[in-house]
């Protein structure tokens, strides 16, 4: 994706505030997710590569090679903070890579945690899942996060882009209302378009309602760990 692309991703959202996953040890890995396309909310990474198992992008191009030991000592960031996100209730958390071959993780939160069916308020066993994602978030500061709203196939695809889209910004709002930083977030809604489960049940349609996270290492916390000065 040219620079460009992501430019205009960042004037639109203006607009809008105004109005395959390894279980494998973080520790032998690390990881850059992105987004593109979608509203970035804040000013996220450059341009954006690599997919996990379904085909979402969630990879970052970071101008240079990252070495084993740099990887290493991210991996065991990321394993520190996956520890503390598995104890939230509601969310699903695994471990994911980009093509850079650096660690991120990944959390899903499923709509009968977040969302009513066809709303996109979040209720309140969310917000105080959400509470505590937050504090994580802030306790892990060299970290950027992704934020992907999914719907099920029920209704037209301009209904499914706007409400996909609404569940992602809720939970942005979320964690800017308990202090994380909005230039470390990212949103984007992908409607039906990425299932997990089968859209002909009651069942796979509630488990295709969902948001999911990815959290990534920043540009600092490369450069600290390329200098081993991450602790």
Do not use: W
């Not at 598995?86 to 969310?91: D, T």
């Not at 209720?123 to 509470?131: D, K, P, Y």
């Amino acid at each position: 994706m040219k620079s460009f692309k992501i430019y205009v991703s960042a004037i639109l959202c203006a607009s809008i505030l105004m109005s395959g996953c390894s279980e494998t040890s973080n520790t032998v890995k690390g990881g850059v997710a992105g987004g593109a396309g979608g509203a970035l909310i804040g000013g996220i990474i450059g341009n954006l590569i690599g997919k996990d198992t379904k085909g979402t992008v969630i990879g970052a191009a970071i101008g240079a090679a990252v070495g084993t030991g740099a990887g290493v000592i991210i991996g065991k960031k990321m394993d520190k903070q996956k520890a503390e996100l598995e104890q939230i209730n509601g969310a699903q958390v695994e471990n994911t890579t980009d093509s850079n071959g650096l660690q991120a993780i990944k959390v899903t939160f499923d709509s009968g945690i977040l969302f009513a069916t066809n709303k996109s308020e979040l209720n309140a066993a969310a917000r105080n899942s959400l509470e505590r994602f937050a504090i994580s978030l802030q306790n892990n500061p060299l970290t950027n996060v992704q934020i992907f709203g999914h719907t099920d196939n029920t209704g037209s695809r301009q209904v499914n882009e706007r409400l996909s889209l609404e569940r992602a910004q809720a939970v942005a709002n979320n964690l800017m209302s308990h202090g994380v930083n909005g230039q470390r977030l990212a949103i984007k809604g992908l409607a039906y378009d990425d299932p997990i489960a089968d859209n002909n049940t009651v069942e796979g349609r509630a488990k295709n309602r969902r948001v999911e996270v990815y959290i990534i290492a920043n540009e600092e916390m490369v450069n600290r760990a390329q200098s081993g000065t991450l602790q």
